[in-house]
């Protein structure tokens, strides 16, 4: 069974057409790379998947199930998780607590627990935290963890935006460009990780990225939108061979590629 | 709270005894008893804005509706006003309620379209029609008995301390109703929405006689603690004033006074034991990620609507509850008194002064703010007697500036407001 | 060596905690491209706020064309030839995208239509999109807004922080073949990259900063073929 | 004739007092939105601002007046306008300088600004009314009426009358200039634009070349422009007393949020809005009807939406309603 | 010797524009008192004013709290709003055995309440000016008004009794509607009441909502004929609202005889302005606190509460504004006086005042006396 079934998608905003009957399938246990133009409609067609904008018309399904225009907590307890494209951190919380609110269920948030019984929610708090400090380990930025998130480094706040996605166990995860302004060399770990949580826990991953060396360590398969639909799908080798996907995205490659030209 | 926070407490209290030692324990302790008070009313401020971001502007309104909770529970019931219509008016609140609940269904049941908004105002216009023939004349018939000092049903005859958590719980209710309603907005729009809402709050009050006695006030409301007047005849005080050296009446009114300050301050520890303990838990965490982000708050998984709903009940519960406990101090329920300025704006800035977001930054802006508001009238007049004394007795300016030394109370207050912003921006005590 | 166009010469400071930069110099000269590289948190961002005043520097100089202008406002940095496109907000979200554009040229007065032609020439959809807000754009188009927005000055020194964030693969390559004809021009070009092989690819000179100190200073190419350099910042 | 009786009728109650009292919620209103869309914040001193420039213009109409100037049949407070102004734009400035640039300094939170104006408030208050006094002090002069109900009805000879006070005729000119100019200002010219962008995002601006000093400066200039019109033209059509401005600020508010914050064209048809609502929903329709009725048929009642009782209650009733269609006002506005 | 007495009044507040008149004329009186000589042996009396705010009762509280127990005052003039006093009275005044005289506040309550003493006013209950006005109107052959009263407890409780009594008397009402105070802006009420018609509108108001309302309906002609309670009467009245003022007939507690005029030139020679709402009623508070003390003997607040209704009532000597010296003089031999004062005092035991009423007629920009009721 497919993970994630959108079909016929419909997004507009007054008479603007994001996405403008996209349909796609996420397979489950797969990592999906979903590329596209500047404007082709990618972080619309995650919002509505993860029920931040409603959608003018078309249907979502997870596992068969329809989720279309459900909000976003209700999808984040049927195990769908995302990240934002442009970093939502929590500015004036400190970086570990970013993380630390993310586990669901915690009874420390029912008031009459958190009156009442400081033992039981000590004893979470404990192993919440333990769970946090390893996230902060593996993204290489436990140094900040008492930051505020409001004034950590952009690349770092992109980091705890894919780190609140590793604080609970997760069907899916939507990343929106995690890798944008993340160094390169550890973009490559966080790519392993990926795959490790793929492989190990059986998440699925839809991952948007306009970086094709991460896109082909990661992802097949591939899907390429543009105008809000579905332009090309396949592995990464079949779209980058792919005309259409080559002239409306890929591009050829630079044209002054040496300075001072060599022609 | 940290060693500035004690510090500024400390400071506070020594406030508090210059007051008593220089000017007298009497007004010493109505001062603190209305900091008391206001220091409630911040705390319930502080949850909505501190913990949530909300911006509630209607602090008024359920101020209003917990005193109001106390003539419905303490007065005495009017058993001629009840005779003249108290059934028809009952009645017709009933009609009117179904009313709305009917278009409610309606909403609910009729598919989106023309037919549907039709219906509901069928409904609402039929409802409205068939309340108020029932409920006008119900009213006139209460309000015309004994019209100077009756003129409405009066309340249950219980005991006062009863109308306190009452007082919360009809604050509570409308808040439930007046969030379902207005929390979708954002921001300053929620703000003028409470804002009006509390305004229809305060016109209920003053014009619906039958039960509030509207502009007429309500006075002569039973106390929770034995009045002066009456500890003057006990024996105990009597021998109290010998042994303290003070005269009986101002014994009297201390005690009475400490009995007040007494019941408060334990409502107020109780409230701040609770708000401490929730907001250094995993809910404060969750309320303090909703309050920055929402959209993110979301996706990770909280149910911001409804987390936000809980919080603006709460806030205003205690609102409430603070607005109870002024009018069974007071004895009385002044409907024409409730002014956005003083039991609105007031608040907020004991809040923000305070430090919003800390608790006990909001009780000690409840206590500052409400020290200054009652003390700078004094101190406007001294500094503008001040200013004169250089001047030629029998000048005009002079005779001019000290006939409107009255004005300066405002003034004063301004410039206090002011320095404490400049010199503590993030308020008194800030959220860490 | 004759001090080059622009120099933020062993800069200390940082947001008024510990400090972030530990004398850190960056330099580029006349018509020459400069690429920043670095882990995240490096300091990157803060070194280019230091260069445009909007970090009060402890120790060290900002000087231009051998002038210092350690104590300049950024709007008269502005005014005296440099531009900037900051890392993160760095668009008027509620203007127009032509809105936005034309305050890139706040402080020109001649016939700024040309300059404005080039920049829809530059980044086609914006052409498109030039009525509406910006704030409606998607995260790629607000990032052309940026940089075309800073290109409207007109400056003699442009200072990009990570231009290329989000940007699709024929946008970048359009990009820095732009960004190599502004340098032909004698434009100095200082950037920030995370993609960092493509830009230093068409780097003059590379900076690697590592907690907030020059840890590599060289050319492009040189940096390039550095295999530790390539390991530990560029990704392999 | 019936017909126009009725309109009349409805015209003098109705339309024409809530044309001026729009109006000049109007003025008041913008200058709100605009000190909220550039310098963020909820200025609560306008009220009592709003009155310290009618009493500066107040002075020099006395002074005019002493001096044996006037240009009747206008009245001569519209020759004092220029010196409220000048006095006002120097309070404001001052009061920007010695409080909120530290906050804009320190990047303060917008409701440390507003309390910061509640501070500025009260202090105002009490220099308005150490310098005026609390009484009710009015300053119009020349003539008092375009036309008068008693000359409107022998002209026309209708049973109905139409008065037009030169107040409320000046009002609502004034207000027509004011926001085409405004909207010319902000929408066209360079100074403008520059202030939207401040107010889009500060820093960028600063990265544009803008001088924020500059900008705030202006924003004040016009904001002491449009008080001192606002206030002059209410004290001129309902006389000055102090508390009255006060308590303008909760409908200018109104005004202000329900057109939907920070959009001029808002405030202007959230001021109507307002002004027709406590105008309207409480009118009672009877003298109307009986007009229009045929004959014989008599309205029994009042015919009248709600009595007047609940007068303030319905405009805010509406107010909460609209924001429920429209969350963040009639014109999308802005959220701080 | 000093002696303090409190002037609690609203200075701040929706009333503010009356209370700085009412403060000065009770000064007046004081100071009458004090440069006479022969107060108490040579005393003098220093007022001294607080804010009562007149909506804010915890404010007022305070403010009463230390004018008794940190200045000292023996008895004080005050407070001005229903609501306030009423608070005072309870919380503050009573327990502390403190006399008030309030020159203002006229519900109805307090006629009834219990104050120990404590509480009286020179301001006569609405109840009867109601019936009188009533009277008036339907006198001058009008039987069918409109009505308009503010909207707080003096114009309910006054609107009240002028419907009861008018309507028993033939007229009819066709509609009555409350006002706010400080609005501005009344053609909304103006709107309604004119559609309602009648021969007549009758103000219960104060001079700003109601001078107001009443410059509102005429000028857009819903009305030719005004009637007005005590509230309005003043020549800012007449300042504000001109022509439309003419031929308004209205009541206001007034001495038959020379009270009001003693009043009036007392007044004038010491600057302060008289022709205000309730700068009579304060006058004539502080007048009677400093009599009573005289009679007590002794400036203790418990000499003044016992003393307030023989100095205020018949039987002896009436005294007027500007006699006071000849009061205490008589009071100091162990005569017996008849407080007079500028609104014809008669103190119907604690919490209630009887007077007479004038019934006036603006004619010329003129208050002119029609007759005493
Ligand atoms: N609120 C909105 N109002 C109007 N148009 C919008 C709105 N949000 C997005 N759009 C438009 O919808 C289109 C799709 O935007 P979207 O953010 O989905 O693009 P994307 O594929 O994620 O691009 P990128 O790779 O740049 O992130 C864009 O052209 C954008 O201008
Ligand atoms: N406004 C701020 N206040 C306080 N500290 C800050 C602020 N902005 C950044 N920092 C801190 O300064 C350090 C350097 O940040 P900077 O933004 O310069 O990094 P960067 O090299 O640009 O990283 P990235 O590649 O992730 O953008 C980080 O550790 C961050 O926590
Ligand atoms: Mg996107
Ligand atoms: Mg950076």
């Known amino acids: 069974m497919s993970m994630i079934r959108v079909e016929n998608l419909h997004k507009h905003f007054g008479g603007f057409h994001a996405v403008d009957g996209a349909t796609l399938e996420i397979a489950e246990g797969s990592i999906t790379g979903l590329i596209g133009p500047n404007g082709a409609g990618k972080t619309t067609l995650f919002n509505v998947i993860a029920g931040v904008l409603p959608p003018t018309s078309g249907t979502v399904t997870m596992l068969g199930d329809s989720i279309t225009g459900l909000p976003p907590h209700e999808l984040f307890h049927k195990g769908l998780l995302r990240t934002f494209q442009i970093a939502h951190e929590f500015h004036s919380m400190s970086v570990r607590e970013n993380l630390m609110m993310v586990p669901p269920r915690q009874s420390g948030e029912n008031l009459w627990d958190a009156w009442f019984k400081g033992g039981k929610v000590a004893q979470e708090e404990a192993a919440i935290r333990k769970r946090a400090d390893e996230v902060l380990e593996f993204l290489t930025i436990d140094h900040i963890a008492d930051e505020k998130a409001g004034q950590i480094s952009g690349g770092q706040k992109k980091l705890l935006e894919l780190g609140r996605t590793m604080m609970t166990d997760a069907k899916v995860v939507f990343l929106d460009e995690v890798g944008a302004g993340v160094n390169r060399t550890l973009l490559n770990t966080i790519a392993d990780a990926i795959v490790r949580l793929n492989r190990e826990k059986g998440y699925t991953f839809v991952v948007i990225e306009h970086d094709m060396d991460f896109i082909g360590r990661i992802c097949d398969p591939v899907i390429c939108m543009a105008e809000g639909k579905v332009l090309a799908e396949g592995t990464l080798d079949q779209i980058k061979a792919n005309e259409a996907v080559i002239e409306a995205y890929l591009g050829t490659g630079l044209k002054n590629k040496v300075k001072d030209g060599v022609a | ?432 | 060596m004759a001090e080059p166009f622009l120099i933020g010469d062993a800069m200390s400071g940082g947001y008024g905690g510990a400090d972030i930069l530990h004398s850190c110099t960056i330099a580029v000269e006349k018509g020459e491209i400069a690429v920043i590289v670095g882990p995240n948190g490096a300091g990157k961002s803060t070194a280019m706020k230091a260069v445009f005043g909007m970090l009060k520097l402890r120790e060290g100089a900002v000087r231009l064309a051998g002038e210092d202008i350690t104590a300049l406002t950024p709007q008269a940095r502005v005014a005296k030839g440099m531009g900037f496109v900051p890392q993160t907000s760095n668009i008027f979200p509620s203007m127009t995208v032509e809105e936005n554009l034309e305050m890139g040229a706040f402080i020109r007065r001649d016939n700024i239509r040309t300059t404005m032609e080039q920049v829809y020439a530059l980044f086609p959809i914006l052409r498109d999109k030039r009525g509406q807000a910006a704030g409606e754009l998607s995260g790629g188009q607000r990032q052309q807004v940026a940089v075309g927005r800073a290109l409207m000055t007109q400056p003699k020194v442009l200072m990009l922080d990570e231009p290329t964030a989000g940007v699709s693969p024929i946008v970048m390559d359009e990009l820095f073949d732009r960004i190599i004809e502004i340098a032909r021009t004698g434009i100095s070009i200082l950037m920030v990259e995370q993609n960092a092989r493509q830009a230093l690819e068409i780097a003059d000179k590379g900076y690697v900063l590592v907690q907030g100190a020059n840890r590599y200073t060289d050319t492009g190419a040189a940096l390039l073929a550095d295999p530790d350099v390539r390991k530990s910042f560029l990704g392999g | 004739m019936e017909f126009l009786n009725a309109f009349i009728s409805l015209s003098n109650f109705m339309l024409i007092p809530a044309l001026a009292y729009g109006s000049q919620l109007a003025l008041g209103a913008l200058g709100i939105t605009l000190i909220y869309s550039i310098l963020r914040f909820a200025h609560f001193a306008h009220g009592d601002t709003m009155a310290l420039g009618t009493a500066a213009v107040i002075g020099g109409t006395f002074a005019l007046q002493g001096a044996g100037i006037s240009i009747a049949p206008l009245p001569t407070a519209l020759l004092a306008i220029p010196l409220g102004v000048v006095a006002m734009v120097i309070y404001l400035l001052a009061a920007d300088r010695l409080v909120y640039r530290y906050y804009r300094r320190v990047r303060a939170k917008p409701m440390i600004f507003v309390m910061a104006s509640l501070g500025v408030m009260f202090v105002t208050n009490g220099i308005t009314r150490l310098f005026m006094g609390v009484g009710e002090t009015r300053f119009e002069d020349g003539a008092r009426f375009v036309f008068s109900v008693r000359d409107f009805r022998e002209f026309t000879g209708l049973a109905e009358g139409l008065a037009l006070r030169n107040a409320q005729a000046i009002t609502i000119i004034t207000a027509l200039v004011v926001m085409v100019a405004l909207f010319w200002f902000l929408n066209r010219t360079r100074a403008g634009k520059s202030m939207r962008a401040y107010s889009d995002n500060e820093d960028l601006a600063l990265l544009s070349g803008i001088n924020p000093e500059r900008v705030v400066t202006i924003t004040w200039v016009i904001t002491g422009i449009l008080l001192v019109l606002a206030g002059t033209l209410y004290g001129l059509d309902k006389g000055f007393r102090a508390f009255n401005y006060f308590q303008l600020l909760l409908p200018m508010f109104a005004a202000a949020i329900l057109g939907g914050l920070g959009n001029p064209l808002g405030a202007i048809v959230g001021a109507y809005v307002v002004a027709l609502a406590e105008m309207g929903v409480t009118f009672a329709w009877r003298r109307v009807a009986s007009y229009l009725l045929p004959d014989g048929i008599e309205p029994s009642g009042m015919v009248q939406l709600l009595p007047v009782d609940y007068k303030f209650a319905v405009t805010f009733m509406i107010l909460v309603i609209v924001l429920l269609f429209r969350p963040t006002g009639i014109f999308k506005g802005k959220v701080l | 010797q000093e002696v303090k007495m409190g002037v609690l009044l609203g200075y701040t507040g929706p009333i503010e524009d009356i209370t700085p008149y009412m403060a000065d004329s009770a000064e007046l009186a004081m100071k009458e008192v004090s440069d006479s000589g022969l107060f108490l042996d040579g005393a003098t009396i220093t007022p001294v004013r607080a804010d009562s705010t007149c909506v804010d009762s915890s404010a007022a509280q305070a403010a009463a709290e230390r004018l008794i127990s940190s200045d000292g005052i023996v008895a004080m003039v005050g407070a001005d709003c229903s609501g306030v006093t009423m608070a005072v009275l309870q919380n503050v005044a009573m327990s502390a055995g403190v006399p008030m005289i309030s020159p203002s506040a006229t519900s109805p309550a307090f006629t009834t309440t219990e104050s120990n003493g404590m509480f009286f006013r020179t301001a006569p209950s609405d109840a009867r000016q109601g019936v009188i006005l009533a009277d008036i109107v339907l006198e001058r052959g009008f039987n069918s008004v409109a009505l308009t009263h503010t909207n707080n407890d003096y114009g309910s409780g006054f609107a009240t009794a002028f419907a009861e009594a008018y309507t028993a008397g033939g007229g009819t009402i066709t509609t009555t509607v409350p006002h706010e105070e400080a609005k501005g802006d009344y053609s909304a009420e103006v709107g309604t009441l004119a559609s309602a018609g009648g021969d007549a509108l009758v103000i219960l108001g104060y001079t700003d909502g109601g001078g107001s309302t009443l410059r509102t309906a005429y000028e857009l002609g819903a009305f030719e004929q005004f009637f007005m309670g005590d509230g309005m009467y003043g020549d800012a009245l007449i300042a504000n609202t001109g022509e439309a003022l003419e031929g308004t007939v209205g009541t206001i507690p007034w001495a038959q005889g020379d009270g009001a005029e003693a009043f009036a030139a007392v007044a004038e020679a010491a600057g302060v302005r008289a022709d205000s709402s309730y700068t009579r009623e304060s006058y004539d508070a502080a007048a009677i606190l400093a009599l009573a003390a005289q009679a007590a003997g002794e400036a203790t607040p418990e000499g003044i509460a016992a003393n307030i209704l023989a100095v205020a009532n018949a039987p002896g000597e009436p005294i007027l504004p500007g006699e006071l010296a000849k009061g205490l003089e008589i009071l100091a031999n162990g005569g017996d006086i008849d407080y007079v004062g500028a609104t014809n005092v008669e103190l119907v035991g604690p919490g209630e005042a009887a007077g007479s009423f004038r019934e006036y007629i603006v004619e010329d920009g003129e208050y002119k006396t029609v007759k005493f009721h």
Not at chain 2, 73 to 85: L, R, Y
Not at chain 2, 196 to 219: D, H, P, Q, T, Y
């Open chain 2, 1 to 432: 709270m940290t060693a500035r926070g004690y510090g500024l407490f400390a400071l506070m209290a020594l406030a508090l005894a210059c007051v008593g030692a220089f000017q007298s324990w009497q007004l010493a302790i109505t001062i603190l008893n209305m900091s008391l008070i206001s220091a409630i009313m911040a705390l319930g401020v502080n949850m909505q804005w501190g913990y949530a971001g909300l911006f509630n502007v209607g602090v008024m309104g359920f101020t209003a509706v917990g005193g109001l909770a106390v003539v419905l529970i303490a007065q005495p019931p009017v058993p001629e006003a009840w005779a003249a219509g108290g059934a028809s008016a009952l009645l017709g609140l009933m009609l009117g309620v179904a009313s709305i609940l009917a278009a409610v269904v309606v909403y609910k049941r009729l598919p989106k379209g023309r037919l549907r908004g039709l219906a509901i105002i069928g409904v609402l216009v039929a409802g409205y029609l068939v309340t108020s023939a029932v409920f006008g004349p119900a009213t006139k018939a209460i309000e015309a008995v004994n019209p100077a000092s009756e003129g409405y049903l009066g309340g249950l005859g219980l005991p006062v301390v009863l109308a306190w958590p009452v007082g919360a719980l009809f604050a509570a209710g409308v808040a439930w109703v007046v969030g379902k309603v207005s929390l979708g907005l954002r921001s300053d729009y929620l703000a003028i929405a409470t804002l009006g809402i509390s305004e229809i709050v305060i016109a209920v009050l003053k014009f619906e006689g039958w039960m509030s006695r509207g502009v007429n006030n309500v006075s002569g409301i039973d106390r929770p603690v034995t009045r002066p007047v009456e500890l003057q005849a006990a024996p105990w005080v009597q021998s109290l004033a010998e042994t303290l050296g003070w005269s009986v009446s101002q014994t009297a009114s201390v005690v009475s006074g400490l009995g007040y300050a007494g019941l408060f301050a334990l409502v107020l520890a109780v409230l701040i034991w609770l708000s401490e303990r929730a907001w250094n838990s995993p809910w404060g965490r969750m309320m303090r990620a909703i309050r920055d982000n929402e959209v993110s708050a979301r996706a990770m998984g909280k149910n911001v609507t409804q987390r936000h709903l809980a919080i603006f009940v709460l806030g205003s519960a205690v609102c409430g509850l603070a607005g109870a406990m002024m009018v069974s101090m007071d004895g009385q329920l002044t409907p024409g008194s409730y002014e956005p300025l003083r039991f609105t704006f007031l608040i907020w800035v004991m809040v923000i002064v305070g430090g919003s977001g800390n608790n006990w930054g909001a009780v000690l802006g409840g206590f500052v703010i409400w020290f200054l508001w009652v003390q700078v009238e004094p101190a406007g007049r001294w500094f503008m007697e001040l200013v004169t004394s250089g001047m030629a007795d029998g000048s005009d300016l002079k005779a001019h500036l000290l006939s409107s030394a009255s004005y300066m109370r405002l003034l004063t207050m301004g410039v206090a407001l002011l320095l404490m912003l400049r010199f503590a921006p993030r308020g008194l005590i800030p959220e860490r």
